[in-house]
């Protein structure tokens, strides 16, 4: 089977979730599934073999992260490979001035693939354009988060079975959120895909991401006050954190963050097979007592993050099955 991505033999980097095509995805999700099904028959697909060295990934992390780091790494160590980084730019040469371009640059001699988290919009684009092994934007900025998305597209197909034809909620924080910018831009590439957009008036969605739905044949979007008014109608409520580390003034913050706040009553009008997810972490958005009732995913869908992830190394190293390539 030839690699999917591969493309001219082209280095391929993921910095926008638009960079996998729907086939690339459907690709990965299934190779994802298998994972989960046979983990013995890939762990030791990065361990190296017959001389060559094990594959080491370099998580480059300018700005926190609990699961996409530790994901990332538990994800290369189950495939037998190696891990390096840093998970602060306070402990990166980056104190001292070094720029992404240089950094990466260097990165690419200690590592096979580089996972690459910062709070500038457009990092991961010069770090591609600089490394010189496979790139994946782990989150920049308000921007993009390609394997955050991945593993909301697997939560929802392995949950629901299908990503077409579904109708999406999306509430909280949709101007900064980037997960939600880089799902809504996964999505509107499957058919009859409808997303009620729930925000307050100050945290609606840019208008790049109504655009992308707008110019979508064949799915379109609501935009509501209020996720009581819409709970019935949904397949899929995704719930986000107001971002406070994007806001300019606290006093917005504070005025802001407790805007929409899941609890049990509130799901009691929604359809049996509804699924609440969120990319965690979460603050206040969701009460923990939503954690046990039976339309909860969001601990489910962290952990299938893992599964993704060994999926994209795997496939970006060319390797499948005891190293054999794919
Ligand atoms: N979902 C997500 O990106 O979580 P972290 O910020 O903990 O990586």
Same mark, same amino acid.
Request: charged residues 25%; neutral net charge.
């Given at each position: 089977? #030839?690699?999917?991505?591969?493309?001219?033999?082209?280095?391929?980097?993921?910095?926008?979730?638009?960079?996998?095509?729907?086939?690339? #995805?459907?690709?990965?999700?299934?190779?994802? %599934?298998?994972?989960?099904?046979?983990?013995?028959?890939?762990?030791?697909?990065?361990?190296?073999?017959?001389?060559?060295?094990?594959?080491?990934?370099?998580?480059?992390?300018?700005?926190?992260?609990?699961?996409?780091?530790?994901?990332?790494?538990?994800?290369?160590? $189950?495939?037998?490979?190696?891990?390096?980084?840093?998970?602060?730019?306070?402990?990166?040469?980056?104190?001292?001035?070094?720029?992404?371009?240089? #950094?990466?640059?260097?990165?690419?001699?200690?590592?096979?693939?580089?996972?690459?988290?910062?709070?500038? &919009?457009?990092?991961?684009?010069?770090?591609?354009?600089?490394?010189?092994?496979?790139?994946?934007?782990?989150?920049?900025?308000?921007?993009?988060?390609?394997?955050?998305?991945?593993? %909301?597209?697997?939560?929802?197909?392995?949950?629901?079975?299908?990503?077409?034809?579904?109708?999406?909620?999306?509430?909280?924080?949709?101007?900064?959120?980037?997960?939600?910018?880089?799902?809504?831009?996964?999505?509107?590439?499957?058919?009859?895909?409808?997303?009620?957009?729930?925000?307050?008036?100050?945290?609606?969605?840019? $208008?790049?991401?109504?655009?992308?739905?707008? &110019?979508?044949?064949?799915?379109?979007?609501? &935009?509501?006050?209020?996720?009581?008014?819409?709970?019935?109608?949904?397949?899929?409520?995704?719930?986000?954190?107001?971002?406070?580390?994007?806001?300019?003034?606290?006093? %917005?913050?504070?005025?802001?963050?407790?805007?929409?706040?899941?609890?049990?009553?509130?799901?009691?009008?929604?359809?049996?097979?509804?699924?609440?997810?969120?990319?965690?972490?979460?603050?206040?958005?969701?009460?923990?007592?939503?954690?046990?009732?039976?339309?909860?995913?969001?601990?489910?869908?962290?952990?299938?993050?893992?599964?993704?992830?060994?999926?994209?190394?795997? #496939?970006?190293?060319?390797?499948?099955?005891?190293?054999?390539?794919?």
């Amino acid at each position: 089977m #030839t690699n999917p991505m591969k493309r001219g033999g082209a280095l391929r980097h993921i910095v926008d979730s638009k960079d996998l095509s729907v086939a690339e #995805t459907e690709a990965l999700l299934r190779l994802a %599934d298998d994972i989960i099904a046979r983990p013995g028959d890939y762990a030791g697909a990065c361990a190296g073999s017959g001389g060559e060295a094990r594959k080491k990934l370099a998580t480059l992390f300018y700005e926190p992260s609990t699961r996409t780091r530790l994901s990332f790494e538990a994800a290369m160590l $189950d495939l037998g490979g190696g891990v390096l980084g840093f998970s602060s730019a306070d402990s990166s040469s980056a104190v001292k001035g070094e720029s992404v371009a240089d #950094t990466v640059r260097v990165v690419s001699g200690y590592a096979d693939v580089i996972a690459m988290r910062h709070p500038k &919009e457009g990092a991961p684009v010069v770090a591609a354009k600089h490394a010189l092994v496979p790139v994946i934007n782990a989150g920049d900025g308000g921007h993009n988060h390609p394997t955050q998305t991945l593993t %909301d597209l697997m939560t929802i197909r392995r949950e629901l079975g299908t990503l077409e034809g579904l109708t999406v909620g999306l509430c909280g924080d949709l101007k900064f959120g980037r997960t939600v910018h880089s799902l809504v831009s996964a999505m509107v590439r499957y058919p009859g895909v409808r997303f009620v957009l729930i925000s307050p008036r100050e945290l609606r969605a840019p $208008d790049y991401v109504l655009n992308m739905i707008r &110019e979508s044949p064949g799915c379109d979007y609501v &935009e509501c006050l209020n996720m009581d008014e819409a709970m019935a109608r949904l397949d899929v409520l995704y719930m986000t954190r107001v971002q406070k580390e994007r806001f300019f003034n606290e006093a %917005d913050y504070v005025r802001l963050k407790d805007s929409f706040i899941l609890d049990t009553p509130k799901l009691r009008g929604a359809k049996p097979e509804m699924i609440v997810m969120h990319p965690l972490p979460r603050v206040n958005e969701i009460s923990a007592r939503v954690d046990e009732n039976p339309h909860a995913r969001y601990f489910q869908q962290a952990a299938y993050g893992k599964f993704v992830r060994m999926a994209l190394i795997l #496939t970006l190293l060319n390797l499948g099955k005891g190293g054999a390539v794919l």
